[in-house]
T-cell receptor
Framework: DTGVSQDPRHKITKRGQNVTFRCDPI?????LYWYRQTLGQGPEFLTY????????KSRLLSDRFSAERPKGSFSTLEIQRTEQGDSAMYLC??????????FGPGTRLTVL | AQKVTQAQTEISVVEKEDVTLDCVYE???????LFWYKQPPSGELVFLIR??????QNEISGRYSWNFQKSTSSFNFTITASQVVDSAVYFC?????????????FGDGTTLTVKP
């Protein structure tokens, strides 16, 4: 399977805990995106990487959120001190020039 | 600011009927991309089409067709002879600037139910 993969698929955590999600984009895709989707809504843009550089962050991305893409390949999204309002599906997508973007299956986060 | 409106929240049709999903967008840019995605019950967003603002030619792919009209800022999606497997949430999205086509604004989606 050469699509975008995300790990874990589901995460349940208690309020105040830190969580980290991983995204592996389609091989050779230089652009990587993180989105968040809550029930009944369309995905909302969080942040964007071109290779290893984080070029844009949404106002939705509070200081508790941090994303990295250390070698321009996989990316991680960390949420510190999780809150119940962070419960959502976190989606990763990748693209190359005029192809895509293509989305991964998402990580569903539940904060108790 | 860019905005995407999918006025139809839910649509229900009987198998083999044709159905059109509406999408209206707002943008100040002259260069932009429009997308349609399908999100089946499994949850994964499936890429259907990407169209740039300079290409108003309609596109057909099997039972799917798209009608892009800049004059009305619309990018509508038609499924011909719908099937039960077409049941899903469909999202229209808009991305400004050719260099960052993945940073998209999504509509709230249209839930399509196709009944046998």
């Amino acid at each position: 399977d050469t699509g975008v993969s995300q790990d874990p698929r589901h995460k349940i955590t208690k309020r105040g805990q830190n969580v980290t999600f991983r995204c592996d984009p389609i091989s050779e895709h230089n652009r990587l995106y993180w989105y968040r989707q809550t029930l009944g809504q369309g995905p909302e843009f969080l942040t964007y990487f071109q290779n290893e550089a984080q070029l844009e962050k949404s106002r939705l991305l509070s200081d508790r959120f941090s994303a990295e893409r250390p070698k321009g390949s996989f990316s991680t999204l960390e949420i510190q001190r999780t809150e119940q309002g962070d419960s959502a599906m976190y989606l990763c997508a990748s693209s190359l020039d005029r192809q895509g973007p293509y989305f991964g299956p998402g990580t569903r986060l539940t904060v108790l | 600011a860019q905005k995407v409106t999918q006025a139809q929240t839910e649509i229900s049709v009987v198998e083999k009927e044709d159905v059109t999903l509406d999408c209206v967008y707002e943008t100040r840019d002259t260069t932009y991309y429009l997308f349609w995605y399908k999100q089946p019950p499994s949850g994964e967003l499936v890429f259907l089409i990407r169209r740039n603002s300079f290409d108003e030619q309609n596109e057909i792919s099997g039972r799917y067709s798209w009608n892009f009209q800049k004059s009305t800022s619309s990018f509508n999606f038609t499924i011909t002879a719908s099937q039960v497997v077409d049941s899903a949430v469909y999202f229209c999205a808009l991305s400004e600037r050719d260099t960052n086509a993945g940073k998209s604004t999504f509509g709230d989606g249209t839930t399509l139910t196709v009944k046998p």
